[in-house]
């Protein structure tokens, strides 16, 4: 691995730990480096929170070490006033003379306009190193500027002979205890979470996270004619949840009601209106139907399912994804559960 690319990768880890915490903001981690010694660090933690770039910044008290410094930064400096000023006034102001970006920022305010003022005021700039990795750092935030909707993970546990339901299921669960774990640390993850409303129905899914620590994401779900009544947990006013429906209806304490045309192909509508909502991600967790309006209109960027230790022989078969379509990125076991994700779009690692 090349020098600069050592420090990069570092900013990469430390931007992890913003993972679920930073929406609708990007995931950022900053080094800065002297003669091959890390000085400082940052990462952006929290939402509303100071940026990775000025925390690195000001961790260090005797400003003369920052005398023929770089700094290393997952993505373009910030060139606006938003919840804090902006990093590349920090930047300039702090006489840092060497800027490592990994990856230029997509949105409209900054998109290259941090790279060409630090530029103009004589910082050397270097761009896109381990670009590729810094994207995927902010897959959701890229998808999100990019393609105008959240970047969408189908998510589903299928039996070993392929059935995601069945009279014969115990418990009303196929995947082990491991598997589902899993599953509440992803939705800490996500932003939104989606299901259908025959899911509400027979599951009566809380779509909350019990399993892991972090926060809850915004409950989604499609009821056309608002059949499901309030006895329900995903209507029990515990957390935001969203509800599409063709009928009119006044919102409730955390729970908004929002009209779309059923005449119309409503997977668009909603994504349009979570856009507007600054959702940037979006984890559909069934049934079948709502699975397959998004495989049909080939609307998803990741399908992770859980091949699971049961036999069913009957009941509702699950969704299928073309093998051209989706590329395994990842197979491994989860006790006695096989986990596989596939990505509809590839990438060099
Ligand atoms: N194993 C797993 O991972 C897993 C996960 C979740 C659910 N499940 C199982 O899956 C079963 C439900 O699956 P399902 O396919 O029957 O139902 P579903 O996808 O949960 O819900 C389908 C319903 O959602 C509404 N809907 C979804 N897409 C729509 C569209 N494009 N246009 C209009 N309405 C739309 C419709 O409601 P209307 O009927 O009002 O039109 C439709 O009947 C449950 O029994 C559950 O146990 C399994």
């Known amino acids: 691995m090349k020098y600069k ?20 903001n990007p995931m950022v981690g900053c080094v800065i480096e002297r003669n091959g010694i890390i000085l400082s660090e940052g990462w ?4 509303e929170m100071y940026h990775a770039e000025f925390l690195a910044i000001n961790n260090i008290k005797d400003e003369c070490l920052l005398f023929n410094c770089t700094l290393y930064v997952t993505l373009e400096p910030c060139v606006h006033f938003g919840e ?28 290259g306009l941090g790279i060409k003022k630090l530029k103009k005021y004589g910082i050397e700039v270097i761009e896109n190193v381990l670009m590729d990795k810094c994207r995927i750092l902010n897959k959701r935030f890229f998808t999100f500027y990019e393609k105008n909707r959240p970047y969408i ?9 392929g059935f995601i339901y069945s009279e014969n299921i115990k418990d009303n669960r196929i995947s082990g205890i491991h598997a589902r774990q899993l599953n509440h640390k992803w939705r800490s993850e996500e932003d939104g979470i989606l299901v259908g ?53 006044k919102n409730q304490e955390n729970i908004e009601y929002i009209q779309i045309s059923f005449e119309k192909k409503i997977i668009n509508q909603i994504l349009n209106f979570l856009h507007k909502k600054k959702i940037l991600s979006l984890i559909v967790e069934g049934g079948k139907k709502t699975l397959e309006n998004f495989i049909q209109e080939n609307i998803w960027d990741e399908c992770r399912t859980f091949i699971c230790d049961v036999v069913l022989k009957s009941g509702l078969k699950a969704p299928e994804i073309t093998e051209i379509k989706g590329i395994v990125s990842k197979k491994m076991n989860l006790n006695k559960d096989q986990l596989i994700i596939k990505l509809n779009y590839q990438f060099k690692n």
Not at 44 to 47: E, L, Q, R, T
Not at 94 to 99: A, H, L, Q, T
């Open 44 to 47: 952006h933690y929290k939402k």
């Open 84 to 111: 804090t000023p902006p990093c590349v006034d920090l930047i300039i102001k702090k006489n840092i003379p060497r800027v490592v970006v990994g990856i230029q920022d997509p949105c409209d305010k900054v998109k």
């Open 5 to 24: 690319e050592i420090f990069m990768k570092r900013a990469i880890q430390l931007a992890k730990y913003g993972l679920g915490l930073t929406s609708p």
């Open 197 to 249: 409303r025959k899911t509400v129905l027979n599951d009566n899914p809380k779509l909350n996270v019990r399993k892991w620590f972090g926060k809850n994401p915004v409950r989604i779900f499609i009821d056309q004619k608002l059949s499901i009544s309030n006895s329900h947990f995903i209507l029990d006013g515990s957390q935001y949840t969203i509800v599409f429906t063709e009928k009119q209806k």
């Open 153 to 161: 993970i189908l998510k589903w546990a299928q039996s070993n002979d």
